[in-house]
């Protein structure tokens, strides 16, 4: 898939893509059945993060502001619920 181990904690598996600026981009983990969880696309800056859930809420769809720190090696996000 071109993706580097970086780490592995308990039943997850943290991978980065070869020349990729992030500590990893995708997380592997071990579950009883197949899923696909979340996945994230980099905005330029906090400001357009801020305008994204804006937009959001206007728009009526369910989404959470998660603080930075809160997912290890990621900065503040929008997480669509």
Request: hydrophobic share 40%; charged share 25%; proline share 4%.
């Amino acid at each position: 898939m071109g993706f580097i181990e970086v780490k592995q904690v308990g039943n997850s598996l943290f991978l980065r893509g070869i020349e990729e600026f992030d500590e990893f981009s995708f997380i592997l983990t071990e579950k009883p059945s197949a899923a696909y969880g979340c996945f994230g696309l980099r905005v330029s800056s906090k400001e357009y993060l801020t305008e994204l859930k804006e937009w959001h809420d206007q728009m009526g769809i369910p989404n959470e502001y998660v603080a930075e720190g809160f997912y290890p090696g990621l900065g503040s996000c929008l997480k669509v619920v």
